[in-house]
């Protein structure tokens, strides 16, 4: 089934923040990327745990249509922690600054940079499947002849049941 399919704009759309974790994981190293992998695995799991309470809270201050509602307080629960963990990043940052790790902090910021990067790759694309299904943008061919759509989002999937349940 593998030889069948082929690279097209959603792979290409998949592979460029995963590609682009990897210049970010090299570039700031293994130490700080840490920091930002664990703000990512807590923002998806704060976010699924808690996004339906975010919805009510910010159903009473902002008018957001019924459709939509959940995923924006997805986002905005997300976004919220990742903010928060990303300054106390930057605090851990400064407070290890004095420690050289050189080549292996690089080398394995870069492994820690395309996990980061995956992560945040399936979360949108749990987002966008979910929104595919109800008003169906995506042609069933173009996610047929992907190969990195249904990894990630079946990936994305699983970890949505585990944490859901």
Same mark, same amino acid.
């Given at each position: 089934?593998?030889?069948?399919?082929?690279?097209?704009?959603?792979?290409?759309?998949?592979?460029?923040?995963?590609?682009?974790?990897?210049?970010?994981?090299?570039?700031?190293?293994?130490?700080?990327?840490?920091?930002?992998?664990?703000?990512?695995?807590?923002?998806?799991?704060?976010?699924?745990?808690?996004?339906?309470?975010?919805?009510?809270?910010?159903?009473?201050?902002?008018?957001?249509?019924?459709?939509?509602?959940?995923?924006?307080?997805?986002?905005?629960?997300?976004?919220?922690?990742?903010?928060?963990?990303?300054?106390?990043? /930057?605090?851990?940052?400064?407070?290890?600054?004095?420690?050289?790790?050189?080549?292996?902090?690089?080398?394995?910021?870069?492994?820690?940079?395309?996990? /980061?990067?995956?992560?945040?790759?399936?979360?949108?694309?749990?987002?966008?499947?979910?929104?595919?299904?109800?008003?169906?943008?995506?042609?069933?061919?173009?996610?047929?002849?992907?190969?990195?759509? /249904?990894?990630?989002?079946?990936?994305?999937?699983?970890?949505?049941?585990?944490?859901?349940?």
């Amino acid at each position: 089934m593998i030889n069948n399919l082929t690279v097209n704009y959603i792979d290409v759309i998949i592979l460029l923040p995963l590609v682009y974790g990897a210049y970010k994981g090299f570039t700031l190293g293994l130490i700080v990327e840490m920091s930002t992998l664990f703000a990512l695995v807590l923002g998806v799991f704060i976010s699924l745990r808690y996004a339906v309470n975010v919805e009510g809270f910010l159903k009473d201050f902002v008018a957001l249509p019924e459709s939509y509602a959940y995923y924006i307080a997805f986002a905005v629960t997300f976004l919220l922690v990742i903010i928060v963990m990303h300054l106390l990043g /930057k605090l851990l940052t400064k407070l290890i600054d004095m420690v050289s790790l050189g080549l292996f902090n690089k080398l394995f910021g870069i492994v820690l940079g395309v996990l /980061k990067a995956a992560i945040v790759v399936c979360v949108v694309l749990f987002i966008v499947n979910a929104l595919d299904v109800r008003y169906d943008f995506i042609s069933a061919k173009t996610k047929g002849d992907s190969l990195l759509y /249904k990894p990630f989002v079946n990936f994305a999937n699983g970890v949505y049941e585990s944490v859901i349940k």
